[in-house]
């Protein structure tokens, strides 16, 4: 073994589904936080904040809230939408059919995130 390498665990036949499951949650969950840090950056950049690229989301945020307020709030609403529309995609992971309530909660969760980008876009164009 290399300093490297990490020692193997012994795999049983329920861990393999709950680890795979676990690390492709953990890492949407990480490509979903990069791509807020890149909301936040663009909305910021775009409204005129300098040097976003070197500030944190709560940085950003603060900048955003104070000097540009409806762009703040704009961002917030695209975020909740994101969130909420992510937040059904994951869980329909786990089913291979959906319920109508199912249908049409994913599908007011699409419309909602769309929405709230376009006009996030709109505003800062």
Avoid at 30 to 44: D, K, N, P
């Amino acid at each position: 073994m290399t300093l490297l390498s990490q020692p193997q665990l012994p795999r049983s036949a329920e861990t393999p589904a709950f680890t795979e499951r676990t690390a492709s949650v953990h890492r949407g969950r990480i490509e979903l936080a990069t791509f807020y840090r890149g909301v936040h950056q663009r909305a910021a950049s775009a409204a005129g904040i300098a040097d976003v690229e070197w500030k944190s989301i709560t940085e950003l945020r603060e900048e955003l809230a104070t000097r540009f307020p409806k762009v703040a709030t704009m961002v917030a609403d695209f975020i909740d939408a994101y969130d909420s529309w992510y937040s059904i995609h994951e869980g329909l992971e786990r089913t291979a059919r959906l319920s109508m309530l199912q249908q049409r909660a994913l599908a007011d969760a699409v419309v909602r995130r769309d929405e709230t980008r376009r006009v996030l876009i709109a505003e800062l164009q």
